[in-house]
């Protein structure tokens, strides 16, 4: 019998996975590490292995010392994001061929046409690397305990392909058909799917990309070429054929829906073990151990009947006890937002967490939301505006909490001024009204010896915009958060260890709205404890504490935050960048009088390119553990990297000895 691997080992290589590091990458760094450091675990894995990914970092810059052609996994430079964006404009052959293909598959020619040993001289050899890795060989007996939280995984077991062509290769294709990532490795395919020498008449790659991506927005039947086909004769992926039952829509349901925030029941098993235990206690599955079998369970009633989409994976079950939403590559949104949303990883084959798509927040078990529309007073809309609150004379109601000013232009951006005031705040908060609550709900869930005073919450500009109870139309100028996403943006592995991030497919000037942070509604204490119980691999949660400087007494269920581990939106996937991010939140009031309740916006904090990786800034004090993110080595590459004063890439290895709080 094999022997078990270490569950320490395990664990390092899931962490790694997690932030799209490859196993070939960590083994010899890990092995370095275990020597240098006699096998102390301790150092390896403090500050979520933080020594790991430098070794990683400093064994791959070594081989592009040595060999010449690129690596795929590349350390951000600290100085600019243009840097980041440079990463994406270099690699970006590697997306785009696989667009290209794809573009081609109704055709068949460019294929036809390939020559495999040009294809190998286009692409360097680490992009073209397949992973050969079969999850059936990984023993998962001793893996550590997992986070209660699904995450992607990927059914790549010879076993599950061959289940998968014995029922659906030499289907016709059919653009109705849906492509799951679950059932397909973009890498795999990239031997066969580069052309050659692209024709000098071609557009460019990057005006392909953004052509793909407007086709698909504008809803052509293109969708295939931004991410694939159904193409059993090659056999590169394959079609989970359309679900017959109806949409996996929470959003839609006319139940539970109470003034745009949807409501669910106390019994919802919302909680993350609550959910995935109830989907598991319930599946009544094949008794054979297929794979990728498509189940759907109903797992939150509320008068009408919701079902969420599972993959079904037993043989993943029986291993790993977790569950795998489905995940649409082409929209991971299913349809919730004005515009599709593509993920695509062409650096590994690490593959997306696992979690609902939703586009307005839940309330979960215990926050307190008061949405009622009998709390929204006549001061709180404009009954007298009528069409378009920003092209009348009079100046609206709805602007009394921004001072009498709309906050958006009639070019439907952010006003300068506006928007300048929210950079500051965010870049430099000390130099802003701040105020300090006497029980600190920062604090209040901490044991009572452990608890400090409150650090304080800014005095933050709010956005009101007009709602249903007011007289303006819906296309009223001062709605725009409420309308949801419109430009196109995408889902990427980054090249710099950050994992899954969000980029713009189009140019977008200062202050464009960009999307909302959109998740569960929890009371802080009801995230302390899910923190508690993620064991450290939960994602990132906001506190909304616009609202707190006016009250004295904050009370438990009225301490609110988002957190979009489970249920959220494409926000989740927004990587922090210290202090220069191009993105800034700020609070949004939208049908909810409440002000322990508000929406969170990002908006543009400067002009942000077609490509360019989407950043915000957490807020994060990397020496201080109270903030919710997770602790993470901050690899933004900031020239203000607020992380980078502990971090020394050549440093000695005496130094790398030393904890992290005294490295130089
Ligand atoms: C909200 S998630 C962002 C999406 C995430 N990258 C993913 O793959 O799902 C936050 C997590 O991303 C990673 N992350 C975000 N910004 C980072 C940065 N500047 N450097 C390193 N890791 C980062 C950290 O693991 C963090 O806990």
Not at 322 to 328: C, F, S, V
Request: proline share 5%; net charge negative.
């Amino acid at each position: 019998m094999a022997p078990k691997p270490n569950p320490k080992v395990a664990k390092a290589f899931r962490a790694m996975k997690d932030l799209g590091i490859s196993e070939d990458m960590v083994k010899p760094a890990l092995k370095n590490l275990l020597k240098l450091y006699d096998k102390n675990w301790e150092h390896i894995e403090a500050e979520n292995y933080r020594a790991l990914i430098d070794a990683i970092f400093e064994i791959e810059d070594e081989e592009q010392v040595h060999h010449q052609p690129e690596q795929p996994l590349k350390r951000p430079r600290p100085g600019n994001q243009d840097q980041d964006f440079s990463l994406v404009e270099e690699n970006i052959a590697t997306t785009s061929a696989t667009f290209l293909h794809f573009a081609n598959t109704n055709s068949d020619t460019a294929l036809n046409n390939t020559d495999p040993q040009q294809l190998q001289d286009t692409m360097e050899p680490s992009k073209l690397a397949v992973s050969n890795s079969n999850p059936s060989d990984e023993s998962e007996s001793d893996s550590p305990p997992s986070c209660l939280r699904p995450r992607g995984r990927r059914p790549t077991s010879s076993k599950a392909l061959a289940i998968a062509e014995a029922s659906e290769a030499h289907q016709p294709c059919d653009t109705n058909e849906t492509l799951y990532l679950s059932q397909m490795s973009l890498k795999d395919q990239h031997k066969e799917l580069v052309p050659s020498h692209p024709s000098e008449e071609d557009n460019t790659l990057s005006e392909r990309l953004s052509q793909g991506a407007q086709d698909i927005s504008n809803g052509k039947d293109t969708e295939e070429e931004f991410i694939g086909k159904c193409d059993s004769a090659n056999g590169v992926h394959r079609v989970i054929p359309p679900e017959n039952e109806t949409s996996t829509s929470f959003h839609n349901s006319a139940n539970g829906i109470t003034d745009g925030v949807l409501l669910l029941p106390e019994d919802a098993a919302l909680s993350t073990h609550g959910l995935y235990t109830s989907i598991h206690d319930n599946e009544s599955g094949p008794a054979d151990n297929s794979i990728g079998t498509v189940n759907r369970k109903k797992v939150l009633e509320m008068g009408a009947e919701k079902s969420v989409s599972v993959i079904k994976n037993k043989w993943n079950q029986a291993r790993t006890s977790e569950t795998t939403y489905l995940l649409d590559a082409t929209d991971i949104t299913k349809g919730e937002e004005n515009v599709r949303i593509s993920i695509i990883n062409h650096y590994n084959d690490v593959f997306p967490p696992s979690f609902c798509y939703i586009n307005e927040s839940l309330v979960g078990r215990k926050a307190q939301v008061n949405v009622s529309l009998a709390q929204i007073g006549k001061e709180d809309c404009c009954s007298t505006c009528a069409r378009d609150c920003l092209s009348l004379k009079d100046i609206c109601i709805c602007t009394r909490s921004t001072g009498g000013r709309y906050a958006y232009t009639t070019d439907g951006i952010l006003n300068e001024e506006f928007l300048e005031e929210c950079i500051s705040m965010t870049r430099n908060p000390q130099k802003h009204s701040q105020f300090f609550c006497e029980d600190c709900p920062l604090q209040v869930r901490k044991d009572k010896d452990a608890r400090e005073p409150c650090k304080g919450h800014l005095v933050r500009k709010i956005i009101k915009e007009c709602w249903r109870k007011c007289q303006c139309s819906k296309h009223c100028g001062n709605r725009l958060v409420q309308r949801g996403i419109s430009h196109k943006l995408q889902v990427f592995m980054t090249s710099g260890g950050k994992g899954w991030g969000l980029r713009t497919l189009v140019d977008l000037p200062k202050g464009t709205f960009v999307c909302e942070y959109v998740g569960e509604i929890l009371t802080v204490s009801e995230l302390y404890l899910r923190n508690q119980s993620c064991l450290g691999n939960c994602a990132d949660a906001v506190v909304l504490d616009a609202g707190w400087a006016s009250s004295k007494e904050i009370k438990e269920d009225k301490a609110l935050c988002l957190d979009a581990t489970v249920y959220g939106n494409v926000a989740r996937f927004i990587n922090h960048r210290c202090a220069d991010a191009n993105l800034v939140a700020i609070p949004v009031e939208v049908e909810t009088p409440d002000h322990f309740y508000h929406r969170v916006a990002f908006f543009t904090s400067k002009k942000v390119g077609a490509l360019e990786e989407l950043t915000r800034d957490y807020g994060i004090n990397f020496n201080d553990c109270d903030h919710f993110t997770r602790p993470f080595s901050c690899r933004c590459g900031s020239t203000f990297c607020r992380n980078m004063k502990h971090y020394n890439r050549k440093r000695t290895k005496e130094n790398a000895l030393l904890p992290f709080d005294f490295k130089i």
